[in-house]
Structure formats: C-alpha cells, structure tokens
C-alpha cells in the first residue's frame, strides 16, 4: 500500500466532508471552488502554517508531534476511529516503522477452552483481516454459511462481498458491508506491511466494485458492540447482541460474543441452533473413518 497515497486521501477526504459553518468559520464569498475546507482554513484551525499543512496533505506526516496530529484531528472534527488512523499513519511514516508484520493467525489452547467454555452464546476470536481463527460449536452452527467455503481460515470480508449467500444471510448487509470495508482501512493503517491483508484487499478490490467504492471513501470505524441481524437458514430470523472484546494476552487478536435478550424469540432461536449443532456433531460422529488401505 502507498502509504503517502493514503495520507494524503484521508485528509483530503477529511477536510471535505467539513463546511465552513460546520467549523465555525465565515463563508467568504457564495462560489467556493472546494468541497468543504481550503487548506489555509485547516491550517488556521489547526495553528500550523500553511506549508506545514499543505505538506501533510501531500502525504508526508513524518516529524509530526502529538500535538500537532491533536490539532489537526480536532481542525478536521475527527472521530475516535479516525482519530487513532491518523496517530496510526504518522507511526508508519517514522523511522523504523517499515518492518513487516502480520496479523496473529493462530491461538493458544486455553483461548480455545474459553471458547467452549461458552456454551450458551456463539463466541469466536478473529484478526484484524476479519480472518476467524477459532469458534464455539454454537458458534460454528451460527456461521454455517461463512465456513461453507473451504478456504480456511474463513474470512467474513470475503464472504460478505463475494459470496451471494451474503446478502440474505445478514439481513442489514449494506450497513455490515460498510461497516467491514471501514474496519480493514482501520486494520491497515495499523499494519501497512501485512502481506496477507494487502492480498485480500487486492482480491476484494479486484472483484467487487461495491467494496472498491467503500474502499475509496476512506472511512475508518471501530466495531466494538451493536446488534446484528442474520437470517440462519435452519432456524431463521435472528436479532442478537454483540460485543467485541480485544484480548490483551493476544494483541491484534478479538473475541466476539453474540447474545439474545432473555425471553425473546431469539433466545429461542439459539436454543433451536444449539440443538441442530449437537445433532451435526452425532451425525459427524457416527460417520465411519476413511479407509486407509
């Protein structure tokens, strides 16, 4: 990834987004030929000179103090999420920061006894490429559709924007579309030089044009909590909870946990799920052993 190239998309699609009025500043004049902000009003917002911006913008954030990118996350209304992209940006313009790392791809065994520990909500623990890397069986029976394809590990951006399925099984898709494509630009701004994300934004990038236009917008959020609506094709209609939970003894790595609300239908639901999850496994279990003759 060029990262000058995404330095400089970010802010300018940053000051764009601003009016004048939104910031607090006259609008000189009824024909501006800018979307949103000149760089001389960010400039001023923030107390840094024009050229001092106008390089920033271009690209070039190495050298900048915190206090400076405070200036500017405020000149520019930046949000949390955003907020942390541009600290992200400005590490990975400082000296040393262009060694390559990777997002973590396994786990130890006692996070996978946590997991099954949880015996009444799917839970399930991913990297920041959306890569799934280890499940509860409540868990597997949920995302029944994401591991149909064999690729391992399954990756639910690929799902989303290149499997059909997608679309009916997340009932609010183009929010969770919306929501994924941020969620990478966030990951990537963490780790510019991972091989393996740099491949799936290409090959998402490659073949879907909705995820080129989410890509494009530079949006970055966090996915923290909310509630996601799924449509399983054994049990139907789903609204569950989530809460998405960094592990400290695993940096780079979340446990997801989804849950109803006691009572409702699809409390009900999951108690269906977890039913045809057992008899999935019984059936597995009585399958015979290949033949190894």
Request: charged letters at 25%; glycine letters at 6%; proline letters at 5%.
């Amino acid at each position: 990834m060029d990262h000058r190239a995404e330095v400089r998309e970010f802010l300018s699609s940053r000051r764009a987004r601003i009016t004048p009025d939104q910031a607090g500043l006259p609008a000189y004049g009824g024909n501006r030929r800018v979307k949103g902000l000149r760089r001389e009003e960010v400039a001023m917002l923030a107390g840094v000179s024009i050229d001092y911006y106008v390089r920033m913008e271009r690209g070039n954030l190495s050298g900048a103090s915190d206090s400076v990118l405070d200036a500017l996350a405020r000149a520019l209304q930046l949000d949390e999420a955003e907020r942390e992209h541009l600290f992200a940006l400005a590490r990975a313009a400082g000296p040393g920061q262009r060694r390559r790392r990777t997002s973590p791809t396994t786990i130890r065994p006692m996070i996978q006894q946590v997991l099954d520990a949880i015996t009444d909500a799917p839970a399930w623990v991913r990297n920041g490429r959306h890569d799934i890397l280890a499940m509860n069986r409540l868990a597997r029976a949920l995302y029944s559709p994401v591991l149909a394809d064999p690729r391992r590990p399954a990756n639910t951006a690929r799902f989303l924007y290149l499997d059909e399925a997608a679309r009916e099984f997340f009932v609010d898709w183009d929010r969770i579309a919306n929501d994924a494509a941020a969620m990478l630009r966030l990951e990537a701004g963490r780790n510019s030089h991972d091989r393996a994300l740099i491949e799936l934004v290409g090959e998402l990038s490659t073949r879907s044009e909705v995820f080129r236009q989410r890509w494009a917008s530079h949006d970055v959020q966090f996915h923290r909590s909310g509630m996601k609506r799924l449509c399983h094709p054994v049990v139907g209609r789903l609204d569950l909870n989530f809460e998405s939970m960094e592990l400290p003894s695993e940096p780079g790595l979340a446990l997801n946990v989804y849950t109803a609300t006691p009572g409702s239908a699809t409390a009900d639901g999951l108690k269906m799920l977890a039913s045809w999850a057992a008899t999935q496994d019984l059936a597995e279990a009585r399958q015979p052993a290949p033949d190894q003759s």
